[in-house]
């Protein structure tokens, strides 16, 4: 089985964190900005969530960025290998 990091998820988890330290945002304080539950981002940012366009279109406005910039390095795997 693929390394969770390395899937799709992971990666796109991976970013938001990074984005949201970035932004100086505790997990709580990004979930209140863009309205989902604490424990779903940290679900997402670990690669365990499969966030609706929705979701990621909240959390683009919340961190501030474009939508596209959530997707900014997120590659297949097996354009990784």
């Known amino acids: 089985m693929a390394n969770d990091s390395l899937t799709i998820y992971g990666q ?3 970013r938001i964190a990074y984005l ?3 932004k100086k945002l505790s997990q709580l304080e990004l979930s209140f900005a863009s ?3 604490k424990n779903y981002l940290s679900d997402l ?3 365990r969530r499969n966030p609706s366009l929705a979701i990621l279109n909240r959390l683009a ?3 501030g960025i ?3 910039e ?3 390095g997120v590659v297949e795997l097996d354009q990784l290998l």
């Open 12 to 14: 796109l988890g991976k």
């Open 20 to 22: 949201r330290k970035e």
């Open 35 to 37: 309205h989902i539950s």
């Open 45 to 47: 940012e670990n690669g």
């Open 61 to 63: 406005k919340a961190l």
């Open 66 to 68: 474009p939508l596209e």
């Open 70 to 72: 959530l997707f900014r």
